[in-house]
């Protein structure tokens, strides 16, 4: 391989912060819904991340000198509820990715040389069951509920395409960036947590959703290896990919503007911790957090719901690596586009627009990875 320097090796793994293939995101369902109600929702999903941070700090020489990762992320995801009793629903999400990553070829080449990578299929399938702590015939106005669940590793996360290395040269099949891939080959343990409250014309919401992934790495190569970068006793433990948790937090509030129409403005976070819950933390992972505010607008006539909501960030934090303790440097998006689609079949059906609690909640960003 290649010798490369240590700035070089830096500067070549910005991407984006987390892999938006995550199904757990995906996950939806209405706190109105009645027993016996299934509800079929499309979750779409696209972003695109080109500004590089090291910790807090945003690297404008990247994007002087045209050396910016670009990473594209689209999903769509199709998740089937069923409203079991008035108190415990379940869920499946299946999504589907369409994801990028690309780095000026070779580095100093500038924007026009960029060399992409590309990831599409099938991502990781997410089942969950939710509980609601109160009984809803009870608690019209307010209840909480919780919610378990396992990601099944269905996504591909060795998939490979056809580019070149760091110096533009060796063009051959090579295993994509980490969050270019449709999954991360890990069984993982959903948990989630949602509240809300009807006060007049608006309803306060809070939820907050922790992907547990127990693998500690999943034996593909990483982008060290994709770009021809050699491996040294410095970086042989992070030379293949790690199986990274997640986490996407969300506290806001809706407006009922008509009967059938409703606005919301919420804060969001959306990350990957720099250690996981449960195991070890090898490989190669671009742990960090990015917030967002985040305005939408709800449209629900009788049994069909339709949404959209924008996460526009404002504030980014690339952690430290696992090994070295260095911030390293990942690219996040500067907005987020989210459209979602709901139909209610069965049962008496909701009248009023979707919970934001669920219907917005779409899908967070790949992995730092971008």
């Keep these: 391989m290649l010798v490369v320097g240590a700035a070089r ?39 695109q991340a080109d500004t590089h941070y090291n910790g807090k700090e945003r690297q404008l020489q990247r994007e002087t000198l045209g050396t910016y990762v670009l990473n594209r992320q689209h999903s769509v995801t199709a998740t089937i509820a069923y409203q079991f009793s008035p108190r415990i629903s ?25 060399a992409n990578q590309s990831g599409q299929g099938l991502g990781d399938i997410t089942t969950l069951a939710r509980v609601a702590v109160f009984n809803p015939e009870t608690h019209h106005t307010w209840n909480a509920f919780l919610g378990g669940g396992v990601k099944i590793p269905t996504g591909a996360y060795k998939g490979t395409d056809v580019f070149p290395d760091i110096t533009g040269n060796n063009v051959q099949e090579r295993v994509v960036d980490i969050s270019a891939q449709p999954g991360d080959g890990g069984w993982g343990v959903v948990m989630d947590g949602q ?38 006793p410095a970086n042989v433990a992070r030379s293949i990919n790690s199986v990274p948790d997640q ?46 505010w985040e305005p939408g607008v709800t449209v629900g006539v009788g049994r069909h719901t339709l949404s959209f909501n924008v996460p526009i960030g404002y504030y980014y934090n690339r952690f430290p690596d696992p090994y ?30 979707a919970s934001p609690i669920s219907s917005s909640q779409g899908q967070p960003d790949r992995q730092p990875g971008r």
């Design 195 to 232: 509240a809300f409250m009807t006060i007049g014309r608006f309803m306060p919401f809070g939820s907050l959703t922790y992907l547990a992934n127990p693998r500690n790495t999943n034996e593909a190569p990483s982008i060290l290896q994709g770009l021809g970068l050699a491996v040294t």
């Design 90 to 114: 379940f869920n499946v999400g299946v999504p589907y990715i369409n994801a990028s990553w690309g780095i000026p070829s070779p580095l100093a080449a500038g924007p026009l040389a960029r």
């Design 247 to 292: 986490f996407l937090a969300r506290i806001g509030t809706t407006a009922s503007i008509t009967p059938w129409l409703s606005a919301s403005l919420a804060w969001r976070a959306e990350g990957s911790p720099r250690y996981d819950l449960v195991g070890r933390a090898d490989g190669f992972r671009r742990p960090g957090v990015e917030m967002y």
């Design 324 to 353: 070295t303790g260095t911030p390293g440097d990942t690219t996040f998006p500067e907005y987020v586009a989210i459209a979602t689609y709901s139909l209610s079949l069965g049962g008496r059906g909701h009248q009023t627009p």
């Design 9 to 47: 090796d830096t500067s070549a793994q910005g991407c984006i912060l987390i892999r938006q293939t995550s199904p757990m995101f995906g996950t939806t369902g209405s706190v109105e819904e009645t027993t016996g109600t299934w509800t079929v929702t499309m979750t779409a999903r696209s972003s």
